[in-house]
């Protein structure tokens, strides 16, 4: 291959890598996207693209379409038993961030929320609400007609819109209050001040470390808080498990406030945080490790405030 067509992949990786991160809601299986993209680039008659950019765009799409079905056929990710995968925010796979639609089409609640569409209504619905791009264009990168791309864009809006917690954009600073005093009610042991925290109708997931073979779920504000209470109250155990006692530090991933538990500075957990109207609405607890790679690597490579808790 010329220097110049591995130039102009290279020009629209990280473009590709943040469609196909929304697409499967996992980094790992994006760069392999992507990485497959470039591989039909190499073998393709680039003579015959018109436009590279569209050509990319549709080839990585629909590698992206063919995952989720191959998985979704080997029950790999049912919908509500699956969670994307968390991204410090500034990691440019995270791509535009400019509107709301745009941040929020990569929240962890939108992404945990896609895996209930098909891949073609997924795929519509990233391509327009992150990408912005028209309809015909998504006709033509998804072989359907423009009638059914608005179609499924509209049903997409509407599922996710019914079923989204919160929804609204929410001030960072005030977010980051309500999470610092969430964690300081989990680590007193007065279960009744995390009650006070969340929302009437408030849900928790939790990967369980990656050793539940099911997400663990939880819902009512006395049980959300029972298991929050749990979650965070040290013990021997779990310093074993983690490899040592963490600190906890406060950050954003995918936009959202979380608390992010560091062990010499390796992330070995973290539970990001919807809130609305000051209050909890939602939580995930993610600490299997496969799903913290590329999070731990960005959290390595930058600086951050001071842990809120120095040693749990």
Known sequence: MDIAAVDR??????????????????????????????????????????????????????????????????????AGAWLPEPLLDGDPMLGPADTFEQRESVSLAVLTLLERLSPVERAAYVLREAFSYPHAEIAGILDISESASQQHVH????????????????????????????????MSGRTERLVALLTDDVTAVSDGAGLAKRLLRYTTRERVATYVRAGFKPTAAKRRLAGGSPAMHIALLNGSPAVVAVVEGRVVGAVAFDVTDGKVASLRGIAAADRLTRLNEAWQQHDHEAPVINAW
């Open 9 to 78: 992949f290279e020009a629209s990786r990280g473009r590709l890598a943040s469609l196909a991160y929304r697409l499967l809601g996992s980094a790992a299986d994006a760069e392999d996207a992507v990485q497959d993209t470039f591989l039909r680039w190499q073998a393709a008659d680039r003579d015959q693209v018109e436009v590279p950019e569209a050509w990319l765009t549709k080839v990585v799409t629909n590698l992206c379409i063919d995952r989720l079905r191959s998985a979704q056929a080997r029950h790999e990710r049912t």
């Open 155 to 186: 049903r997409a809006r509407r599922r996710v819109a019914a079923e989204r917690r919160g929804g609204a954009e929410v001030d960072p600073a005030s977010a980051r209050r309500v999470v610092e005093e969430f964690l300081a009610a989990a």
